[in-house]
């Protein structure tokens, strides 16, 4: 699967938390969302800081465009990750994990790393 493949499955799968989702699609999923949320702070640090009659960077900014993003971009992903722990034969509760400082996202990134399951598996579509 493609960068670009995977952004137009991100989003054509928006809230579909049913199916599977190969490790590429993810991953070129995971680096989209980085560099659009990279994109944003820069955005909001030298733009939208200013404008406010802020330092660039500073704190007291809020961070606006990254706050809509974040929001905007919150619930495609978490279906990817759904679709990914699935594509590795687990539940999609297994997610919650991550809610675990540290251990919870080092254990996220184990399964993320697996290789698809190649047997048909009850997540299957």
Do not use: C
Request: charged content about 10%; proline content about 6%; overall charge neutral.
């Amino acid at each position: 699967m493609t960068f670009a493949e995977a952004i137009q499955s991100g989003f054509s799968n928006y809230a579909n938390f049913y199916g599977r989702a190969a490790r590429s699609e993810f991953w070129w999923w995971t680096l989209f969302v980085m560099l659009v949320m990279v994109g944003a702070h820069l955005i909001d640090g030298f733009v939208i800081a200013p404008l406010l009659g802020l330092p660039s960077f500073s704190p007291a900014d809020g961070a606006p465009l990254s706050a809509i993003l974040s929001l905007a971009l919150l619930l495609p992903g978490l279906a990817m990750a759904v679709r990914r722990l699935h594509d590795t034969g687990r539940s999609g509760w297994w997610v919650l994990i991550g809610l675990i400082p540290l251990l919870g996202a080092l254990v996220l990134i184990y399964f993320y790393v697996q290789p698809s399951s190649v047997s048909e598996n009850k997540y299957a579509t």
